[in-house]
């Protein structure tokens, strides 16, 4: 007749179970080393993105703050390159919503820095209602909202009083 199992026998010995644990502890700290490397990595692209635009900004100040009704006078090649420095702009503001979602100063700086450009968004949304589809959900409904509070509306798409 054999024996009752013990407890040891049923499940390992001790050994074996803090092995176990051990184990598990391991993978669940790779799990966390890895998406601290995602976060760390998300966040200095932001930043390397964000320098870009910077620098982008420092080199062309009549991109950077703007009188809109002189660039369209300037003719195509002037109206394209603002754009892409718009569009520049919109991606860098993007990256740094989706690294730094949580630190407001971020968010400051580009609203700061949105306000010279919304006629130009607000013209170009009219005539491409496709042109803010380009960038994620955070930045397109960043830009409307923005839009919205400066009371800046077509069919005129001026600045209003904030």
Known sequence: ???????????????????????????????????????NNRAVAARQAFLAYTDLAFKNPKFSAPDYATIKAGGRDTLVQYESFVSYFLYACEETFNAFSDRREWLASCDYDLKPHLPFLCEKSQAEPGYLATYGDVARDWVKTSLKTASVMPPDCKLGKT
């Open 1 to 39: 007749m054999a024996l009752p199992a013990t407890f040891w026998q049923k499940f390992g010995t001790l050994a074996q179970m803090a092995q176990a644990t051990v184990a598990l502890l391991g993978f669940v700290a790779v799990l966390l080393q890895v998406n601290e490397i995602r976060s």
